[in-house]
């Protein structure tokens, strides 16, 4: 069984800059560490869309809407990803979920308003 747990989101203003963390749990956590990890988010009526994956190596691939400004990393212990986000939008605002071999984490409100 895996569980994803998230942490980190909240309020920021615009251009501010936030980190979610999410770590695999349960008795399948170590294989997440042979997994790409990645971060997705949804806007409530809206299709959720890839923010960014990283792959088992540590190689990060991004949506274009944040490239150049979000940054994903896997920690020393690998069943770990994190979501540096820069240089926040009021577009960004959206609940950001952790994704793993088939697993959804908790879910994280990022809020980016004045």
């Known amino acids: 069984q895996l569980q994803l747990v998230q942490s980190g989101g909240g309020l920021v203003q615009p251009g501010g800059s936030l980190r979610l963390s999410c770590t695999a749990l349960?008795?399948?956590?170590?294989?997440?560490?042979?997994?790409?990890m990645g971060w997705y988010r949804q806007i409530p009526g809206e299709q959720r869309e890839l923010v960014g994956t990283?792959?088992?190596?540590?190689?990060?691939n991004y949506g274009e809407s944040v490239k150049g400004r979000f940054t994903i990393s896997r920690g020393n212990v690998k069943n770990t990803v994190y979501l540096q986000m820069n240089s926040l939008k009021p577009e960004d605002t959206a609940v950001y979920y952790c994704?793993?071999?088939?697993?959804w984490g908790q879910g994280t409100q990022v809020t980016v308003s004045s």
């Open positions: 990283i792959t088992a190596i540590g190689s990060p």
């Open positions: 349960g008795s399948i956590s170590t294989a997440s560490s042979n997994y790409p």
């Open positions: 994704y793993c071999m088939g697993h």
